[in-house]
């Protein structure tokens, strides 16, 4: 059956250290993948999107890997900050239709 | 532009009663979607439309779910009867076609008691 696995439910780091969260999938053929941040009693937001033929996505302090042959996508915030504590989901398309992740939810302490 | 627009943003209804969510996606965008969001299921597509088209709606949980899209700016999701496990964040997006990101509304929180 399909799966996606987001690496743990939290994750918590120093402020200044580089965060990694990991999408993890099974029994998908994803045309793209796209990472979302979301706060708590709001709708998610938008972050990055990245394409089955591309290895990397850069934006300011965001980086989005996705690698097709291990089923993986890394998403990178490096330089951390605490308002960048929140929930990240990664969702994957194919056909058209879009299947989220459970999420992680980062803290980053001062 | 306002954004993906919502309402109500929280209902409250009783078992058995009839309740309508309402979006209005973000003018140009060809794409709307449903989602509902609980902490045991997470984030849930129930439908989606294109050109005010539904095009896959396997998500809806039930015939009790019905969603309609009779012009590019305004979208409905009707649940009649409801019931308690209908209880959940309902979210409604759009996007432009292609490759893009999608823009989510506030979500309406639903209450069924």
């Known amino acids: 059956s399909q799966k996606i696995e987001q690496n743990s439910e939290a994750l918590n780091i120093q402020e200044g250290k580089t965060a990694t969260l990991t999408c993890n999938y099974t029994?998908?053929?994803?045309?793209?993948l796209q990472w979302y941040r979301q706060d708590p009693g709001r709708g998610p937001v938008f972050l990055l999107l990245i394409r089955e033929n591309e290895k990397e996505k850069r934006k300011e302090r965001l980086k989005v890997t996705f690698d097709t042959t291990l089923k993986q996508s890394l998403f990178h915030i490096t330089a951390s900050q605490p308002a960048d504590s929140a929930t990240y989901l990664c969702?994957?398309?194919?056909?058209?239709?879009?299947?989220f992740g459970d999420g992680t939810t980062l803290t980053v302490k001062p | 532009d306002a954004g993906v627009i919502q309402s109500p943003r929280h209902e409250v209804t009783e078992m058995g009663q009839e309740v309508t969510l309402r979006c209005k996606p973000i003018?140009?965008?060809?794409?709307l979607f449903w989602y509902r969001q609980t902490m045991m299921r997470g984030l849930e597509l129930l439908i989606y439309?294109?050109?005010?088209?539904?095009?896959?709606d396997s998500g809806m949980p039930e015939d009790r779910f019905s969603a309609k899209m009779p012009n590019a700016s305004f979208s409905t999701l009707k649940i009649q009867p409801s019931e308690p496990r209908d209880s959940a964040v309902y979210f409604c997006a759009s996007s432009f076609p292609g490759n893009y990101g999608y823009t989510f509304g506030s979500g309406t929180r639903l209450t069924v008691v």
């Open positions: 003018s140009g965008h060809d794409y």
């Open positions: 029994n998908y053929s994803p045309a793209y």
């Open positions: 439309f294109n050109n005010n088209v539904p095009i896959d």
């Open positions: 969702a994957l398309i194919a056909g058209g239709k879009s299947t």
